[in-house]
């Protein structure tokens, strides 16, 4: 593996960036364009569009499945190891036999990636807001917005709010109440507790976390069953990636309404479109990808399995890719 | 410049959305409403709106006051509805096997040193601790979304909630 760029790329090109090379693949973007090339072919995609999905990425560690970038590039997290391919999971590329796949250590991906975004993200630029809440992410390279790009992420242990756990948010924690949940009540729960029993006795109000979410499609655990994991977050404009499952995951829409493309994991072909109101709940299938509009900003919560055993047991056919037979 | 109006659900007042199909069977989406599973369910019926192998989400009708239940893991309870009374007392033995999975329904009031009260309202999210107990009080009627695990009280009527054709 070379990794051939850093954070002030030795060698920019006429735009300014960095190239950077990781096995057969090599990535570099002009001012509207990220240009991806592998051994067996080349592809581009809008630079918004890339920076949004790299963001997504690498914030999530590679997240559950398949991250598919667009139709044709993305990544497969197998965690600790991930494949990075063009064309995998494209009908076309496939019958013509033109796809590309290739395995890198988590660690060697995720480094590359993180340079990339650092490299590639101009100042003024975030690419984990709403468009509107942003400035353009086009043109020729000028300077970086690292606060934007090195968010840490919020993983509870045990609930948001209980003592030495993940605290829940405010304005003087830099955390304002969004502007399309204005109308979000900001009141909290009452919490009466016994002296002695402060660990354990614990509420705050979730829809004020989420309306004081700085950040859209970025799941992050608010509370821990074992391993089931509620992971709300905050979407506005379109789900900047595709995602494709290698497990069943729950949506619950809270406020609002999303509509979720679903298509085929591995063809592509559509399968359906799921209309989501607030209310609603919905399991999205071991066997398909999908992506999500939000026209308002809304509130939905992500509800996961973070079993590390259940992509083999649907891979050896143990479990089925549907989320209830009935 | 106008300002944006939120909308969550109630029981009085929600509108459910659905599976378009183009080539797949509905039933993989397992669609659902909570507040229209909710207007369906007898108070404190635990009714899973969401599996994923033993977890759970369980749709609860509060309405009065619940039997007191003891919990083996943490669970959460969020509020989707009304305003809900949660009682957690700490029970002076050992009521439940910690390696179980789901409440269990207890006999009365159990003996043990009360831990405190939470008053939730619509978006608020409560623990309920492991191996302590609980009891929901609604003077209305509420609903909460339980996350928890599969448990001898889990109520499965996925045929009569779920949309099941295209
Ligand atoms: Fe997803």
Redesign the pocket.
Known sequence: MTLTSDTAPANPNDAGYGTFTIGGFTFSRDEYFATITWPTGTHQLAIDVFLRALQRDVAWGFFYGIVNFDSVFGTVNHYGNVDMFAGRFNDAYRRAEVDYSENFTHDDLMACFQSMLKDWTNDGYDPFAAPQETGQPFGKNNGSNDAAVTRRRVVADRMVSVPGDEQVRTDDMGFPVNRGFADVPQDEPIVEVEPGYEGDVAAYNLFKYISRSDVTWNPSVVSACKESLYCPTSEEFILPVI?G?DRV?WFVQLSDEIQWDVEDRDTGAKRARVICKAGDVAA?PADIR?QGYSPKRSMLL?WENASNRIPEMIARGEISPRAVDF | MAGYTTVFGSLDNYEKGRVIIVDDDPKAYVFSNIFEVASMSKPYEKVAVGKNLEYVLETIRCEGTSEWRVTPHDEFALVMDGTVVVELLDPSGQLVDPDANGSIGLDGEPAGTRMGRITASRGHQALLPAGKCYRFHCDAVGVILLQTIEGPDTIYRWAEICQTEA
């Open positions: 995602h499952n995951e999205m999908h992500v």
